[in-house]
């Protein structure tokens, strides 16, 4: 961009130059005066200046400025940022539920019979009962953030995965389309991350990502390391 900005200035100031040599030639032939030879030529844009714009310009058209890493890190942002909102809702799904702890705690310490009545008087005097919704609230929240994790780790994995971005950058290489508003899925189940831009090209990478996969017990021990 440096050299498309320097070489298209080098053109615009011959442009100003000519204006303003213009204006001083007019006047002078009004009164009488001689220009010297040469002196409009000094504001001539030389096949040198050409050279370099329409390089520069060529160079513009060649390059890439947004590639298959930057398209998967924008992704992975993305799926950041809706992992965080079902964070919340998972949140406030489980707080619906934690009045199950309070008759954990009840029923843990209800030794005696007169403990147990009185347990058996706050359950009938309170619903302490889960609902169905509740459950689905707090069941589809564990599903959103499972889907969003996972993609998430994906796509940023699939960004420091030399393998899928070159791959990625030569089809869009090859097919003269800028990756930038591609779309981008993932599936868990058959390993394989498919791209697409727009109805120029598609292609499914499978198998790379393997890897990269952590267990139920690595979850557990980074959640309580955390």
């Known amino acids: ?41 000094d504001a001539a844009i030389s096949a040198q200046m050409v050279t370099a714009y329409n390089g520069a310009i060529d160079d513009v058209l060649d390059a890439t400025y947004y590639n298959a890493e930057m398209l998967f890190e924008d992704q992975h942002e993305v799926a950041m940022a809706n992992l965080d909102l079902a964070v919340d809702d998972l949140v406030a799904a489980t ?3 934690m009045e199950v702890q309070a008759i954990a705690n009840m029923a843990a310490n209800a ?11 706050a359950l009938e005097n309170t619903d302490m009962t889960i609902s169905s919704a509740d459950v689905s609230s707090y069941n589809s929240a564990l599903g959103a953030v499972q889907t ?38 993932y599936s868990a189940t058959a390993d394989i991350m498919n791209i697409s831009a727009g109805n120029v090209f598609g292609i499914g990478l499978q198998g ?15 959640g309580y390391g955390s």
């Open 1 to 41: 961009m440096q050299n498309l900005q320097g070489s298209a200035q080098a053109i615009l100031d011959q442009l100003a130059a000519s204006q303003d040599l213009t204006v001083g030639a007019v006047y002078s032939a009004g009164q009488g005066d001689i220009i010297a030879a040469g002196v409009m030529q």
């Open 111 to 121: 030794d005696t019979v007169q403990e147990q009545l009185v347990v058996q008087a």
């Open 208 to 222: 790379l990502l393997g890897a990269n996969v952590v267990t139920l017990e690595e979850v557990y021990a980074a």
């Open 95 to 97: 707080a619906v539920l």
């Open 148 to 185: 969003y994790a996972r993609d998430a780790g994906a796509f940023l994995a699939a960004s420091r995965n030399s393998t899928m971005t070159g791959t990625v950058d030569a089809y869009a290489s090859t097919s003269g389309t800028s990756l930038y508003g591609a779309t981008v899925a």
